[in-house]
């Protein structure tokens, strides 16, 4: 991985086989990242699962095996200090060999060729809750 920091902008590039989360959350640690805004995210996934929230308890998963072509990322990510570990919300649009595309809920991927991604830094303060009525953890402005 390849990461550069100015002015509050993180522009990373991640390579073959990285784990995606694993090497954001290595990032984010590394620049020391409280709450950060994704604002591109751009390349090739393989091994993606996505997530499609229908009601509370009945979240579906899908597993795409085959690369995928990354068309747009985005979400935030803020700091759990309690867990020492990131809350992501994440989520990926993408697209197969055919062009049809498919989004959902970034639970897991890989890179297959490249990803480059930009988020910016920012201190105001969220934290995350599950929240009984939907059962998702919610975003608390703090």
Not at 112 to 119: G, Q, Y
Request: glycine share 6%; charged share 25%.
């Amino acid at each position: 991985m390849q990461i550069k920091e100015k002015n509050n902008l993180v522009i990373l590039r991640m390579f073959p086989k990285e784990n995606v989360f694993e090497s954001l959350a290595r990032a984010l640690k590394e620049c020391k990242v409280k709450t950060a805004v994704f604002v591109s995210g751009i390349g090739q996934l393989k091994n993606v699962r996505l997530g499609y929230f229908k009601e509370k308890g009945d979240y579906q998963e899908q597993v795409f095996d085959k690369p995928l072509e990354l068309l747009s990322l985005n979400g935030f990510v803020s700091l759990n200090q309690e867990q020492n570990n990131y809350d992501f919300h994440l989520h990926a649009t993408l697209s197969d060999i055919e062009k049809r595309a498919v989004g959902g809920h970034l639970i897991s991927a890989a890179v297959s060729v490249t990803l480059e991604v930009a988020f910016l830094k920012t201190d105001i303060a969220i934290e995350r809750k599950v929240e009984e009525k939907t059962g998702l953890k919610g975003m608390f402005l703090n």
